[in-house]
Nanobody, 123 residues
Framework: VQLQASGGGLVQAGGSLRLSCTAS????????MGWYRQAPGKQRELVAV???????NYADSVKGRFTISRDNAKNTVYLQMNSLKPEDTAVYYC??????????????????WGQGTLVTVSS
């Protein structure tokens, strides 16, 4: 299974970006999908997560500005980022909990990460 993220870039403060991440491979189903970010010199932190039932959760720092959504038919998760601030500058990583078929009689749940996409917000 691979997660391919895209949509990062350079934007001025107050601007918007939309990140996308698509899972591909031998997927049985996908549970939670989410976005994390890591700024220089800081630990990776949760930005937003969406369950397969479309329940969402956000970091306090992005509530009201970011919106996470998913298209289950496309195995894709999106992050719409509005009113961007310089402190949103980070590498953004997508994450997914994916059920794969290990054998004809056994499935397993595994945690996968995308390669990261850089978001830079200039002041």
């Amino acid at each position: 299974v691979q997660l391919q993220a895209s949509g990062g870039g350079l934007v001025q403060a107050g601007g918007s970006l939309r990140l996308s991440c698509t899972a591909s491979g031998s997927i049985v189903s996908i549970y939670n999908m989410g976005w994390y970010r890591q700024a220089p010199g800081k630990q990776r932190e949760l930005v937003a997560v969406v369950t397969n039932g479309a329940i969402t959760n956000y970091a306090d720092s992005v509530k009201g500005r970011f919106t996470i959504s998913r298209d289950n038919a496309k195995n894709t998760v999106y992050l719409q980022m509005n009113s961007l601030k310089p402190e949103d500058t980070a590498v953004y990583y997508c994450n997914a909990y994916v059920v794969i078929r290990d054998t004809p009689r056994r499935d397993s749940l595994r945690d996968y990460w995308g390669q990261g996409t850089l978001v830079t917000v200039s002041s």
